[in-house]
């Protein structure tokens, strides 16, 4: 009995981990961390800058309880995390850009050959952009253009008029066309 509570010293104490190396230094293993974490975030921003008028991304900072010193691990949990918004938002983004230069690519077409694209129409949204314009083609003179194979791309605003207190749209016979008018 003696001898199981007797302490037996054989020597310093050697990390099951890293034989031969004695204790990690962690402060160097929580720097580095802390660096790769900075270095993402700023990636992650320069992201975020670059699609800014664009929608549909994830860019919420997370919280993990409130301000206090983290552990090595949750430092990891932290940096994966931003590893992997990254990629996703950096795919998203890709995809994004692929599909708004085929509508610029389709819009040049319509521009060049409006009688191929019938109808079709491209709307800022679709080039990423913010606003109501929007490219359509569509018949010069009405039904006579359709049978007459005469097409042309109109270029709008596409935004509704203006309408509000004290103002009211009229029809101005000569042109079709609306004007505000402002009642006194």
Known sequence: MPDVLSPQVAGPPVSPLLPGLGEVDERGARRTLLNQIARLENELSALFC?????Q??????????????????ELERIRDALVDRLSVNRQALSRRTEAEEKSRILIEEMMLAPAEHRFVRVRNEHLGEKGC????????????GVLMNWWRVVISSGCPLATGPGRQAVALPADGRFMMRREH
């Open 50 to 54: 670059s699609t800014y008028p664009r």
């Open 56 to 73: 549909d991304f994830d860019w919420s900072v997370r919280s993990i309880a409130g301000p206090r010193m983290l552990s090595t691990g």
């Open 133 to 144: 314009k929007q490219w359509h083609v569509l018949p010069k003179w009405g039904p006579i």
